[in-house]
């Protein structure tokens, strides 16, 4: 059954139905590693100038869960609008765009529920100095953009934005301590050395 209906879709269908399934299990998979707290390690920033992974993050819109969510908007309005618009160009125009838009959602609400976390009962300026923690992603040196860290107060994972002092960009996964706090959401760092000698 399901071999025939593969077997009756046009190429063009094949390859929407492809990124459909695959993203979509993708997107469940962060879901799920989302809400049980491990998925902090899991994405990554894309340099656009090199081709490597790893740049300035600043804006943040270069991430693996954001090119997930993209194809996922995009192929699955497109194989729910395939039988509406005859027009092939019309239709991926009209997916394109909702998977923009599904991008800038979830951009919007993960930004939300961040500025909802760090509005807790805990006042960064006196708990965050000497915190240790993680880059989520990549900062740029020498204060020239905000990437994102992430530090454990009073036993409690909380994200905020980073600028760094330093020469070079702190990549993602890098130990770091928070040297001072900069306004409420903002946080200066430093790589936290090695104690492996």
């Known amino acids: 059954m399901i071999s ?3 077997s009756a879709l046009d ?3 094949k390859i929407l139905w492809g ?9 469940i998979i962060e879901t799920i590693l989302t809400f049980i707290g491990i ?23 270069y991430t693996f869960r954001n090119l997930v969510n993209f194809l996922l908007g995009m192929s699955w309005t497109a194989i729910l609008l395939k039988e509406s618009i005859t027009s092939t160009a019309l239709l991926m125009v009209i997916s394109v765009v909702a998977g923009a838009l599904l991008v800038a959602a979830v951009m919007w609400m993960f930004r939300w529920l961040s500025t909802m976390q760090q509005s807790g009962n805990i006042d960064v300026f006196k708990c965050a100095v000497g915190c240790q923690g993680k880059v989520y ?10 990437g994102k860290v992430q530090i454990t107060i009073n036993e409690t994972v909380r994200e905020y934005d980073a600028l760094t002092d330093s020469d070079e960009a702190i990549k993602t996964g890098t130990p770091i301590k928070v040297v001072e706090v900069l306004d409420p959401s903002t946080l200066l760092v430093e790589e936290l050395e090695s104690l492996i000698v």
Do not use: C, Q, R, V
């Open 39 to 61: 998925d902090h390690d899991m994405d990554t920033d894309f340099d656009m100038s090199d081709g490597s992974f790893e740049g300035d993050t600043s804006m943040n819109l």
């Open 11 to 13: 190429l063009f269908m």
């Open 137 to 146: 992603l990549t900062i740029p040196a020498a204060k020239s953009g905000a």
């Open 4 to 6: 025939e209906w593969w």
């Open 19 to 27: 990124i459909a399934i695959a993203t979509s299990l993708i997107f």
